[in-house]
């Protein structure tokens, strides 16, 4: 079993930074793949960002590349989001999730273990 737990959320004016960090437990951490999530009100949840077992390989959809990164520790089990130039379009609850797949997955359906969220409100 594989559990997860999301930090670093906050309240950040527009162009600001946070850090999110998602901590992995279980001892196969490194045979996962991550990904992170979100979630605005009314909308369905959507794919930000994968990392591949080693940190090799990242994925990110346009409206996040290139002011997101994701990235991963395998010795601390944890996994990272670190979001710069926020735009109150980036408000939501952002989850991190674990993939039992060895390739890099914009699909939900691709995680199999899902961390409770945490907030992260952009304000203008």
């Known amino acids: 079993q594989v559990q997860l737990a999301e930090s670093g959320g906050g309240l950040v004016l527009a162009g600001g930074s946070l850090r999110l960090s998602c901590a992995v437990s279980?001892?196969?951490?490194?045979?996962?793949?991550l990904g992170w999530f979100r979630q605005a009100p009314g909308k369905e949840r959507e794919f930000v960002a994968a990392i591949n077992r080693n940190g090799g390989s990242t994925s990110y959809p346009d409206s996040v590349k290139g002011r997101f990164t994701i990235s991963r520790d395998n010795a601390k089990n944890m996994v990272y989001l670190q979001m710069n130039s926020l735009k109150p379009e980036d408000t939501a609850v952002y989850y991190c999730?674990?993939?039992?797949?060895?390739?890099?997955?914009?699909?939900?359906?691709?995680?199999?273990?899902w961390g409770q969220g945490t907030q992260v409100t952009v304000s203008s």
């Open positions: 999730a674990a993939s039992p797949y060895y390739y890099l997955s914009m699909s939900m359906t691709s995680y199999s273990y």
């Open positions: 279980g001892r196969t951490f490194s045979s996962y793949g």
